[in-house]
C-alpha cells in the first residue's frame, strides 16, 4: 500500500481518561477545550476531536450544553477546522467482581440513542461510533456497545447526516462495522479510526495493524493511533501503510520522558514527522473531501 501523500491530522483534545491530574496542559473547561482546539489546528491539525468535562470537577461528562459552548467559541474565532464530536460516552459499567450485577462507582450506562443528543443538537462533521464491547483496562472496568446499540446509533446518525467515525478497538469490532455497512446503516466513504494499544484491545503491533487495514472494506478512509510512547511512532506507521494520523493529550502526554506538552505541541512534531516521510499535511477543505464531509460555512 503506497503512502499516504495528503495526511490528515486529528488532534484528541482532553478525551475522558484520569490525565486532568497528571498534567497542566489538558484542557478542562469549554473555554480551555476550544481555546487547545484553536491551536491544534493553528499548528496543523484539520480535525478536532472533542470531549467535555466538568468545569468545577474534571470529570468526564455528557453535558450538551458543555459541548455547545466549546464548539461555538471555536467557531466565534473563525477557525477552519474540522469538528469530531465523541458520541462514545455513556458506555462506562464498573461491575462489583464478587457480585457481578451490581453496579460500582464510575459506570455511566445509557442506552446507543441516549448517547447522541449533543450530536443531534450541534450536528457536527463527524461523530464517532465505537463498535463494540470491550475490557476496557484492568480491574471490572467494561465498555459496553452492544449489536444492538450500534445499529440504533448508527441508524440515527445516518438520518441526522453527520459521518461516524468508527472506533475500532479490536478486529472482532471491525468485522462488526463492516456486518452495518452491509446492512445498509453506514453511507460511504466509510470513515475508520484504528485504536491501538489500549488494554486488552489490539495491540500496538505493526503486524496487527496491517492486518486490521487488511480487513478494511473497499474504498474506507482510514486513521490510526497508539497510546503514550507509541503515539509519535505510530503517525510514521499510519502513514506508510496509507492511513491518517491521530495525536493529543487523550492519548498521550509526553514527548520524551518527563516533559509534558500540549496538544499544539504533538500537532506540531505529527507535521514534522509526516513532512520528513515525504507526505504533506491536509488542509481542513481537502479533509473533508477526502472524507465525504460538507463544504464549510465561509
Aim: glycine share 10%.
Amino acid at each position: 500500500m503506497p503512502v499516504t501523500e495528503n495526511v490528515i491530522i486529528t488532534c484528541a483534545l482532553t478525551g475522558a481518561g484520569d490525565t486532568v491530574r497528571k498534567s497542566p496542559h489538558v484542557p478542562v473547561t469549554p473555554e480551555q477545550i476550544a481555546q487547545s482546539a484553536v491551536q491544534a489546528a493553528g499548528a496543523g491539525a484539520a480535525v478536532v476531536h472533542i470531549h467535555v468535562r466538568d468545569p468545577e470537577t474534571g470529570d468526564p461528562s455528557r453535558d450538551p450544553k458543555l459541548y455547545r459552548e466549546v464548539v461555538e467559541r471555536i467557531k466565534e474565532t473563525g477557525t477552519d477546522v474540522v469538528i469530531n464530536l465523541t458520541a462514545g460516552m455513556g458506555g462506562d459499567l464498573v461491575i462489583d467482581p464478587d457480585d457481578p450485577l451490581t453496579h460500582l462507582p464510575g459506570t455511566d450506562l445509557v442506552s446507543g440513542l441516549e448517547r447522541l443528543p449533543h450530536v443531534e443538537d450541534l450536528l457536527p462533521d463527524i461523530c464517532t461510533l465505537d463498535c463494540g464491547s470491550l475490557n476496557f483496562g484492568d480491574g471490572s472496568n467494561l465498555y459496553v456497545s452492544t449489536p444492538d446499540m450500534l445499529r440504533a446509533g448508527a441508524r440515527r446518525i445516518q438520518e441526522l447526516g453527520v459521518r461516524p467515525e468508527l472506533e475500532i478497538f479490536d478486529t472482532g469490532q471491525l468485522w462488526f462495522a463492516k456486518q452495518l455497512l452491509a446492512e445498509g446503516l453506514l453511507d460511504d466513504p466509510t470513515v475508520f479510526q484504528l485504536c491501538m494499544g489500549v488494554p486488552w484491545g489490539a495491540p500496538a503491533d505493526p503486524g496487527v495493524l496491517q492486518s486490521m487495514v487488511n480487513m478494511l472494506p473497499d474504498g474506507a478512509r482510514w486513521a490510526s493511533f497508539s497510546l503514550g510512547r507509541m503515539q509519535m511512532p505510530w503517525v510514521a506507521q499510519s502513514i506508510l501503510l496509507g492511513g491518517h494520523v491521530r495525536v493529543g493529550l487523550e492519548d498521550n502526554l509526553y514527548l520524551g520522558k518527563g516533559n509534558k506538552v500540549t496538544n499544539a505541541q504533538l500537532v506540531e512534531r505529527a507535521v514534522t514527522i509526516t513532512e520528513s516521510i515525504g507526505a504533506r499535511v491536509a488542509t481542513p477543505d481537502e479533509a473533508r473531501e477526502l472524507l465525504g464531509l460538507r463544504k464549510a460555512d465561509r
